[in-house]
Structure formats: structure tokens, C-alpha cells
């Protein structure tokens, strides 16, 4: 059975970083893309950043330069590290898994994803 389980989320000021972890158990790890998506009151579900099998990555427009999803085969872990935060980032932020074509459009739609972990919330004050 597939197991995704988030990790890393906290409160912080504007301008303050936090490292998210997903850790996957259950199948193997390196058929999957895998991606980050976050929800908050005013917002639905969005994607903010996902990575193919073969590394290629997508992110949300609202995150470049700022959030960065990396991986690590050896652990069966995702990451993603994300600086400069603001209080728009505030939300429950989920780790999902997904075997389909690992086109870098695809990477951010939630119906390509069918294993998803539990969340954990992130909170920017100003």
C-alpha cells in the first residue's frame, strides 16, 4: 500500500524559509513523478512544483525562483525547499504520487495524481 508522509511544516515570518519532506513507502519509488500541492481558505488545491521521473521539473509561476522540489532516490524522499516565503505561501501543503506520461505540463494538475499524503500546514505571518 502506498504511503506518502509529509514532514518540515511550521510557522515562520515573511521572508523566512521552511524544508518540506515526503516520505514514500510502499511501491517502488523511482516509476512515480511526485509533485507538491497546497491548500488554503481563499485558495483551491494548487500546484506548486513537480518533478518526472526523469527530473524534469514544473512550477507554479507564483513560486519560481523562490521554491525549489528536489528529490532523493536512495531515501524515497521529496523535498522542497522553499525561501523568501510570504503570507500568500500559508497553507496545507501535500505530497502526491502519479504514474503517467511525465509531461512538465501534466506535473502540476492534481487528476494526474492518485496517491496522496496527509498534509502539513505552513503558516507565514507578515
Known amino acids: 500500500q502506498v504511503q506518502l508522509v509529509e514532514s518540515g511544516g511550521g510557522s515562520v515570518q515573511s521572508g523566512g524559509s521552511l524544508r518540506l519532506s515526503c516520505a514514500a513507502s510502499?511501491?517502488?519509488?523511482?516509476?512515480?513523478?511526485m509533485a507538491w500541492f497546497r491548500r488554503s481558505p481563499e485558495k483551491e488545491r494548487e500546484g506548486v512544483a513537480g518533478?518526472?521521473?526523469?527530473?524534469?521539473?514544473n512550477y507554479a509561476d507564483s513560486v519560481k525562483g523562490r521554491f525549489t522540489i528536489s528529490q532523493d532516490n536512495t531515501k524515497d524522499t521529496l523535498y522542497l525547499q522553499m525561501n523568501s516565503l510570504i503570507p500568500e505561501d500559508t497553507g496545507m501543503y501535500y505530497c502526491?504520487?502519479?504514474?503517467?506520461?511525465?509531461?512538465?505540463?501534466?506535473?502540476?494538475?492534481?487528476?494526474?495524481?492518485?496517491?496522496w499524503g496527509q498534509g502539513t500546514q505552513v503558516t507565514v505571518s507578515s
Open positions: 510502499g511501491y517502488p519509488y523511482s516509476i512515480y513523478n
Open positions: 502526491a504520487a502519479g504514474a503517467f506520461p511525465g509531461f512538465p505540463w501534466w506535473l502540476l494538475l492534481p487528476s494526474k495524481y492518485n496517491h
Open positions: 518533478i518526472a521521473r526523469d527530473g524534469s521539473t
